[in-house]
């Protein structure tokens, strides 16, 4: 067999790509155990941050969203958490956010993901930033500059009002899924 | 199949600085500056692409008298495709942090020229041992200056090196060094740098 | 009408927000090697725009179609990359049988895109963002755009540049970055220009 015949290359483009899809295979099968089992871990981190002392998680689908309801090693429920997401300054936030139904309260949020500016919009993950929501009421939230004399107020972030507000709507359209399929008072 | 050391031991310094892929050959350049804003990113992005590198100079020494001319790239770039697929699902499996920060500069491995240009400036035309040299080389002298940048830019970029925080609450970040700005200019200057270096030494 | 919206303000932000070369920093090997003249420069971004298109089409339809459909997810590097080689293979035919002038023009170009990061790039990011077919097709066109726009930018201050007195050691690949990380600057003063 010559060996730049049409035959010769076909042979070796063939050889390498079946080789090679089966070598990934092997990879794949390998693989996705340990893959699938970070997920699952960084999904549990996550929910346990905005939710307090959370043993077990269920997950259950309401109206088309998905709510991961908390409970404690008692068995009562602790609380839901939610992922909600909305165009940031610089691109989509995802937020989680965890509630207490019983108090109608936010118990903590956490941003999952974010491109905002380094030094200035980023800062929605700091602790300062965050503690506009932490034990929070539900409510209608207003962004002002200033630190907030009421509870219905978040502070922005000097230089960063954009994020801020962002954050912020996200936050409300997650507590109005959160109401409406929960049937919670507000 | 005699061993020319001597020879192995320079194809393996040559990639280091005289034909050092970033600074010389000016080829590997996106991963070189998306990834390189923390000192970790750009370790792991070195290591990874050397390991492709080395793997696939390997498989391409070996097989080289057996894949016909007119179909070499392509047959190249499965191979290199290949092993980008395996380190990829290995970091995700293993490094998750890791495989989050180089997100799609792992699989933008496939396109590096460097390790296609080595296959076929290289791997493709000598000893398999000649081709481990040259790509450990290459991958090290890969690794050194994405090492480089990625301290230059975090520490004065976030003021701390591999996550070590070195400068003080004191020190008010210069934040255009992690930001795409940043790493072009730093880039051009430690290249600018390092050409004056090479102009003095002849 | 909403879609709409979405689709221009999607392309307008894949041209100036989220630059393919000044922010996503795709696409740098063409960008410094293929700067040096403006029209050099118009014509390399036209073939790519060109075939990240086409490339943005055919990997939405083998991502849905049979790497999702079959659970083959594992081959999709290998895939794209054989997707792309060959887009730029039929690419290079048909434009040589159909327009030899323009295939004179681009010649040489031509080969260079399988090797572009941004395709490979683009092809990638479409399914991590989860575009529709539509949006995908448009992400691809406005990647082209806005590489074009990068790199003629480029290769116009290159161009002025001739006539200045650069110092030895910055000569060529130095100063070609400096003056990006002065263009990526100007560029971020884009972003924010549409609230999403």
Same mark, same amino acid.
């Given at each position: 067999m010559e060996k730049n015949s049409k035959k010769a290359m076909i042979i070796t483009l063939a050889t390498i790509g079946i080789i090679s899809a089966l070598l990934l295979t092997f990879v794949y099968e390998w693989t996705t155990p340990y893959i699938q089992a970070n997920q699952a871990k960084k999904q549990k981190q996550a929910i346990n941050e905005v939710l307090p002392k959370v043993e077990k998680i269920k997950e259950v689908e309401k109206n088309g969203s998905v709510f991961y309801e908390g409970y404690d090693a008692s068995g009562n429920q602790v609380g839901v958490a939610f992922i909600s997401s909305g165009g940031g300054y610089n691109g989509v936030i995802k937020i989680m956010i965890g509630v207490d139904l019983k108090s109608n309260e936010i118990y903590k949020i956490s941003i999952l993901n974010h491109q905002e500016t380094p030094g200035l919009g980023a800062r929605i993950t700091g602790k300062k930033f965050k503690s506009n929501f932490k034990n929070k009421p539900f409510g209608d939230y207003t962004v002002v500059k200033?630190?907030?004399?009421?509870?219905t107020q978040v502070q922005a972030i000097a230089g960063a009002t954009i994020s801020s507000r962002s954050v912020t709507k996200i936050i409300e359209d997650a507590l109005g899924k959160i109401n409406s399929a929960y049937g919670g008072g507000n | 199949m005699s061993l020319d050391f001597k020879q192995v031991v320079s194809d393996f310094k040559n990639g280091l600085?005289?034909?050092?892929?970033?600074?010389?050959?000016?080829?590997?350049?996106c991963p070189t500056l998306a990834v390189t804003n923390t000192t970790e990113n750009g370790l792991a992005m070195g290591l990874a692409t050397a390991f492709v590198l080395i793997s696939s100079e390997i498989v391409i020494s070996l097989i080289k008298k057996l894949i016909p001319t007119n179909v070499r790239i392509p047959s190249f770039i499965l191979i290199i495709a290949t092993f980008v697929t395996f380190v990829d699902y290995f970091l995700k499996a293993f490094f998750p942090g890791i495989a989050a920060s180089l997100s799609i500069f792992v699989p933008l491995i496939v396109v590096n020229c460097l390790i296609l240009g080595r296959q076929e400036a290289f791997a493709s035309q000598h000893s398999t041992p000649r081709a481990i040299a040259d790509g450990v080389g290459m991958g090290l002298g890969f690794t050194w200056v994405l090492v480089l940048l990625g301290a230059i830019r975090e520490f004065f970029g976030?003021?701390?090196?591999f996550g070590f925080t070195?400068?003080?609450?004191?020190y008010r970040p210069m934040v255009i060094m992690i930001l795409p700005a940043g790493a072009f200019i730093t880039l051009g200057i430690l290249v600018g740098i390092m050409n004056q270096i090479s102009r003095e030494g002849k | 009408m909403e879609e709409f919206t979405q689709i221009l303000l999607l392309f307008i932000s894949t041209v100036l927000?989220?630059?393919? +070369?000044?922010?996503?920093?795709?696409? +740098?090997c063409p960008f410094l090697g293929v700067s040096k003249q403006v029209e050099t420069a118009f014509s390399m971004g036209l073939a790519t725009t060109f075939v990240m298109t086409l490339t943005a089409a055919a990997t939405w339809l083998i991502n849905t179609f049979i790497l999702e459909a079959l659970n083959l997810p594992f081959l999709q590097y290998v895939s794209f990359i054989i997707v792309i080689a060959s887009l730029v293979q039929f690419v290079e035919m048909f434009i040589k049988k159909t327009s030899p002038v323009l295939y004179k023009a681009l010649g040489i170009f031509l080969p260079l895109i399988?090797?572009?990061c941004a395709i490979l790039g683009l092809a990638l990011l479409i399914p991590l963002n989860g575009y529709s077919f539509i949006a995908s097709v448009v992400f691809g066109f406005g990647a082209g755009v806005g590489f074009t726009l990068a790199i003629v930018l480029m290769a116009g201050l290159r161009e002025k540049l001739e006539f200045g007195d650069v110092p030895g050691a910055l000569k060529g690949v130095p100063v070609t970055l400096i003056i990006a990380g002065i263009m990526a600057m100007a560029f971020m003063g884009f972003s924010g220009l549409i609230s999403m």
């Amino acid at each position: 067999m010559e060996k730049n015949s049409k035959k010769a290359m076909i042979i070796t483009l063939a050889t390498i790509g079946i080789i090679s899809a089966l070598l990934l295979t092997f990879v794949y099968e390998w693989t996705t155990p340990y893959i699938q089992a970070n997920q699952a871990k960084k999904q549990k981190q996550a929910i346990n941050e905005v939710l307090p002392k959370v043993e077990k998680i269920k997950e259950v689908e309401k109206n088309g969203s998905v709510f991961y309801e908390g409970y404690d090693a008692s068995g009562n429920q602790v609380g839901v958490a939610f992922i909600s997401s909305g165009g940031g300054y610089n691109g989509v936030i995802k937020i989680m956010i965890g509630v207490d139904l019983k108090s109608n309260e936010i118990y903590k949020i956490s941003i999952l993901n974010h491109q905002e500016t380094p030094g200035l919009g980023a800062r929605i993950t700091g602790k300062k930033f965050k503690s506009n929501f932490k034990n929070k009421p539900f409510g209608d939230y207003t962004v002002v500059k200033t630190p907030p004399s009421k509870e219905t107020q978040v502070q922005a972030i000097a230089g960063a009002t954009i994020s801020s507000r962002s954050v912020t709507k996200i936050i409300e359209d997650a507590l109005g899924k959160i109401n409406s399929a929960y049937g919670g008072g507000n | 199949m005699s061993l020319d050391f001597k020879q192995v031991v320079s194809d393996f310094k040559n990639g280091l600085w005289a034909e050092n892929p970033i600074i010389r050959l000016v080829i590997g350049m996106c991963p070189t500056l998306a990834v390189t804003n923390t000192t970790e990113n750009g370790l792991a992005m070195g290591l990874a692409t050397a390991f492709v590198l080395i793997s696939s100079e390997i498989v391409i020494s070996l097989i080289k008298k057996l894949i016909p001319t007119n179909v070499r790239i392509p047959s190249f770039i499965l191979i290199i495709a290949t092993f980008v697929t395996f380190v990829d699902y290995f970091l995700k499996a293993f490094f998750p942090g890791i495989a989050a920060s180089l997100s799609i500069f792992v699989p933008l491995i496939v396109v590096n020229c460097l390790i296609l240009g080595r296959q076929e400036a290289f791997a493709s035309q000598h000893s398999t041992p000649r081709a481990i040299a040259d790509g450990v080389g290459m991958g090290l002298g890969f690794t050194w200056v994405l090492v480089l940048l990625g301290a230059i830019r975090e520490f004065f970029g976030m003021g701390s090196i591999f996550g070590f925080t070195l400068l003080g609450e004191w020190y008010r970040p210069m934040v255009i060094m992690i930001l795409p700005a940043g790493a072009f200019i730093t880039l051009g200057i430690l290249v600018g740098i390092m050409n004056q270096i090479s102009r003095e030494g002849k | 009408m909403e879609e709409f919206t979405q689709i221009l303000l999607l392309f307008i932000s894949t041209v100036l927000i989220n630059n393919f +070369i000044l922010v996503r920093f795709l696409g +740098i090997c063409p960008f410094l090697g293929v700067s040096k003249q403006v029209e050099t420069a118009f014509s390399m971004g036209l073939a790519t725009t060109f075939v990240m298109t086409l490339t943005a089409a055919a990997t939405w339809l083998i991502n849905t179609f049979i790497l999702e459909a079959l659970n083959l997810p594992f081959l999709q590097y290998v895939s794209f990359i054989i997707v792309i080689a060959s887009l730029v293979q039929f690419v290079e035919m048909f434009i040589k049988k159909t327009s030899p002038v323009l295939y004179k023009a681009l010649g040489i170009f031509l080969p260079l895109i399988t090797t572009n990061c941004a395709i490979l790039g683009l092809a990638l990011l479409i399914p991590l963002n989860g575009y529709s077919f539509i949006a995908s097709v448009v992400f691809g066109f406005g990647a082209g755009v806005g590489f074009t726009l990068a790199i003629v930018l480029m290769a116009g201050l290159r161009e002025k540049l001739e006539f200045g007195d650069v110092p030895g050691a910055l000569k060529g690949v130095p100063v070609t970055l400096i003056i990006a990380g002065i263009m990526a600057m100007a560029f971020m003063g884009f972003s924010g220009l549409i609230s999403m």
